[in-house]
């Protein structure tokens, strides 16, 4: 396979990893990918992990999770009339689910990190900490989001997931997308690539033909309008040492002005369905 660029981690272990070309599909394959994974996630820095509020980008992180929560929930409430059964896979700290729940959804997810999932134990979200254990029932809605790319042994969870939803459910996916802007500007720098935890790098084509092969069609494409933003913040450090914020602020909104011909936003949301 191709060598597409070689970046490092710079959030945990400052290793270096490359980015290769999948051959049939326009996505990239994280090498090598650790077989003990767990450890690049030790780290106060990964801060899905946690409801951190330390640092100015801690906040702006959780201010903006804060407002896409609403969103997110007013997404997948457009997909389900009756028997709003959600499953949400890699829930992090639980919020996206305790939101959903005060709309009136039946919620079940799934988490592996037991910090995380202590936390949301403490927002009263009780969470599983593998999709074996819930395997018994059928859902109308599973989310990723941002977790379809952490995931090893991709194509048999996709199988899996597959058959834990509804005959009219909807699959709802967010990833990064490398075709984007600001992943063409900061290049081995782009925060979303943030390997070794990313074990894939997704473009639209590769949702698109990944999906198909196993029966599932997008219906719908959606733009993360503030993870530009947010991406470019991060990358800015990466390159530079420094939380360059006119900088960011920058090339996140060319990001979006870009997008808005070419769709190639920074990260997208699928909504996907049975064929």
Not at 32 to 46: A, G, M, T, V
Not at 118 to 132: G, I, M, W, Y
């Amino acid at each position: 396979m191709k060598l597409y660029l070689k970046t490092k981690d710079y959030s945990v272990s400052q290793e270096e990893f490359g980015l290769v070309q999948h051959p049939e599909l326009e996505m990239l394959i994280t090498k090598p990918q650790p077989k003990e994974i767990d450890r690049y996630y030790q780290s106060e820095n990964y801060i899905s992990h946690s409801d951190s509020k330390k640092s100015l980008l801690d906040k702006m992180y959780q201010f903006v999770k804060r407002v896409t929560l609403f969103q997110k929930v007013k997404l997948v409430d457009r997909y389900v009339q009756d028997d709003k059964s959600i499953l949400d896979i890699g829930a992090g700290t639980g919020d996206f689910l305790f939101a959903a729940a005060q709309k009136g959804w039946t919620i079940s997810g799934v988490e592996p990190n037991s910090e995380a999932r202590n936390r949301a134990f403490q927002k009263s979200v009780a969470l599983s900490p593998d999709l074996e254990s819930l395997m018994h029932r059928k859902y109308k809605v599973i989310t990723l989001w941002h977790v379809l790319e952490h995931l090893p042994d991709l194509e048999n969870q996709i199988l899996k997931m597959i058959s834990l939803l509804e005959e009219r459910g909807a699959l709802v996916i967010a990833v990064p997308n490398f075709n984007s802007y600001d992943a063409k500007h900061y290049k081995e720098s782009w925060a979303a690539y943030d390997v070794p935890r990313h074990l894939w790098h997704f473009s639209r084509t590769a949702i698109k033909k990944l999906f198909h092969k196993y029966g599932m069609e997008v219906v719908e494409t959606r733009p993360m309008i503030f993870d530009a933003f947010y991406v470019a913040l991060l990358s800015e450090k990466y390159k530079t040492g420094k939380t360059n914020y006119l900088r960011a602020f920058q090339v996140g909104l060319r990001s979006n002005i870009s997008a808005w011909t070419t769709k190639e936003y920074s990260s997208l949301i699928y909504v996907l369905k049975k064929a």
